[in-house]
C-alpha cells in the first residue's frame, strides 16, 4: 500500500511539474487596448526566459491599430529602394523580439491591422509557434472594383466595401492609415474561368471620376481598352514599405493553421533563419468577403536561409507574384584591399541594409556572367559598413589568379536550405506556383 501511495505522489508531483514548466498567459479582446494587452502578454511571458509557455488568445477579434504599433527599422530583402523609401521603418502589430519557447495560441480568433502594417515579426528567437488564428486587414492596400458597364469612353464600377476612396477635383484617390496611390499596378480577375492575369489599370488615361452613389463611381477616359462585363481589377501602388510578417535571425519557428486573408504590401518573409514549418496555412481572401485577391505580391519569400523549409497542407490563392519564393543574395566584390580582405556591395536596389555574411560562413566567389564557381574560403570576421557595403575578412589568402578575375560575385553556401514543399493547392496565380532563384543584380 505504501508503494502504490508513494507511486501516485510520484506521478501528481510530475503532473505539477509539467503544468509549471508550461504556463498559459491568456489575453483577451478590449476595445481601444489590444494591441497594448498582447504586448503586455509577450512580456510577460518573455519573463519565463526560455521555460515553455503559451499566450493564449480568448476568441473574438483583435484590433491592432498603425497607431499604437511597435515602430522598428528593418531593412528586408526585395522591399523597396531608398529612394522609393528612404525610412523603411515598419509598423509592426505582434512584436516578438529575442524571445524562447513561446507559442501563441488564436484560437480561431483575428488579428485585424487598422492601417499599413507589418501584422508580426519575431527577431533573434527560437522555437516560436504561431497557430490557430487569422490576420486580416480593414482597409487593405490592394482596392478592388467590378465593371458594371462599360461603354467606349467609360466605366461604371463597383467598389468592394473595405476600399476606401476620395474624389478631388474630378480626381481619384485610393487610401488608408498611412498610404494611398492615384496609379499604379493592376490585375484582371474573371469569375467564370477562375483566372487573373496582369493587365491595364482603372487608373490609367482617366480624365474625371464621379460618384453615383455610395461605392459606386463613374470612370471616363481619354482612352481605354475594352475590358468585358464584371471584370474585376485589383489595383495597387508599387511600394512594398510594409511585409505582412517577418522572421528574421530566427531558427525553429512553426506557422500552423493560420488563415492570411491579406497580407499586406508583401508576404511572409523568413531572412537569415533556419528551420521554418509551413502547415495547413490559407493565402486566401476570407470566404464571403467579395474579395478576390489576397496578396500585394509574393506569399513566402525565403531569403538567405538555412536548415529545413518545409511548406506543406497549405493554400495559396491570389497572389500578385509567386506564392512560393527562395533565393539567396549574390554581393559584387568591388574592391580587394588586401589578398584576404574584401569590400562588397548590395546591387539590387530593393536588397540591401542586412547582414549577409558571420564568422565561419563558407563562399564561393562566382564569375557572375557564367555563374562559374572560382574560388571558396571561408569568413572569418564580417562587417556591415554601410546599408549598401560590407566587408570581409578571409580565413586564408586568395590567389593572385582570382584576384585578377572580372565581375564577381560572392555566395554564402551557408546560408542555403533544404527545400520540402508537399501537398499545396496555387490558384489564381498570374506568375510561377514556386520560384528558386538568387538575385545577381550588376
Given amino acids: 500500500m505504501k508503494k502504490y501511495i508513494l507511486f501516485m505522489m510520484s506521478v501528481w508531483f510530475i503532473q505539477l511539474a509539467i503544468f509549471a514548466q508550461s504556463r498559459i498567459i491568456e489575453v483577451f479582446p478590449e476595445q481601444g487596448k489590444d494591441i497594448e494587452n498582447i504586448a503586455l502578454a509577450l512580456k510577460k511571458a518573455a519573463d519565463c526566459k526560455g521555460r515553455p509557455v503559451t499566450v493564449k488568445f480568448s476568441p473574438g477579434i483583435y484590433q491592432l491599430d498603425r497607431a499604437k504599433s511597435s515602430q522598428v527599422l528593418y531593412y528586408i530583402s526585395n522591399t523597396t529602394s531608398e529612394l522609393d523609401d528612404p525610412d523603411p521603418t515598419k509598423h509592426i502589430g505582434l512584436y516578438l ?44 492596400t490592394q482596392t478592388e472594383v467590378e465593371v ?112 492570411f486573408y491579406y497580407l499586406g504590401n508583401f508576404g511572409v518573409v523568413c531572412q537569415y533563419s533556419e528551420n521554418i514549418t509551413v502547415d495547413r496555412c490559407n493565402f486566401a481572401p476570407r470566404p464571403g468577403s467579395g474579395r478576390t485577391n489576397a496578396g500585394f505580391a509574393d506569399f513566402i519569400q525565403v531569403s538567405g536561409c538555412r536548415g529545413m523549409i518545409d511548406i506543406k497542407n497549405s493554400r495559396f490563392i491570389g497572389a500578385h507574384d509567386d506564392p512560393i519564393n527562395i533565393h539567396g543574395t549574390h554581393l559584387r566584390v568591388i574592391e580587394f584591399l588586401s589578398d584576404n580582405r574584401l569590400k562588397l556591395r548590395f546591387m539590387h536596389d530593393q536588397t540591401f541594409g542586412f547582414e549577409a555574411f558571420f564568422k565561419g560562413d563558407d563562399i564561393e566567389l562566382v564569375d557572375s556572367r557564367s555563374l562559374l564557381v572560382v574560388g571558396k574560403c571561408k569568413v572569418k570576421e564580417a562587417k556591415l559598413v554601410t546599408p549598401r557595403e560590407m566587408e570581409l575578412t578571409l580565413s586564408s589568402p586568395l590567389s593572385s589568379e582570382v584576384m585578377q578575375q572580372k565581375d564577381l560575385v560572392i555566395e554564402n553556401v551557408t546560408w542555403t536550405p533544404e527545400v520540402r514543399i508537399t501537398n499545396n493547392y496555387f490558384a489564381r496565380v498570374p506568375t510561377k506556383g514556386f520560384l528558386s532563384q538568387h538575385d545577381v543584380s550588376l
Fill in 97 to 140: 523580439n529575442t524571445l524562447k519557447n513561446i507559442t501563441i495560441d488564436g484560437c480561431g480568433s483575428t488579428l485585424l491591422m487598422n492601417g499599413e502594417m507589418t501584422s508580426f515579426v519575431l527577431d533573434k528567437c527560437e522555437g516560436i509557434v504561431l497557430k490557430n488564428f487569422n490576420i486580416d486587414y480593414k482597409h487593405p
Fill in 148 to 259: 458594371l458597364e462599360e461603354g467606349n469612353d467609360y466605366l461604371i464600377v463597383q467598389v468592394h466595401p473595405t476600399s476606401q476612396y476620395r474624389i478631388v477635383d474630378a480626381q481619384l484617390e485610393w487610401y488608408g492609415d498611412g498610404w494611398s496611390f492615384k496609379n499604379g499596378i493592376a490585375q484582371s480577375y474573371d469569375r467564370i474561368s477562375e483566372m487573373t492575369w496582369r493587365s491595364w489599370s482603372p487608373m490609367e488615361n482617366l480624365l474625371r471620376t464621379v460618384e453615383l452613389r455610395p461605392n459606386v463611381l463613374y470612370l471616363q477616359y481619354k482612352e481605354k481598352p475594352q475590358v468585358g462585363l464584371h471584370t474585376i481589377f485589383q489595383m495597387r501602388d508599387s511600394f512594398r514599405d510594409e511585409v505582412s510578417g517577418f522572421v528574421n535571425r530566427s531558427k525553429g519557428i512553426l506557422l500552423e493553421n493560420i488563415n
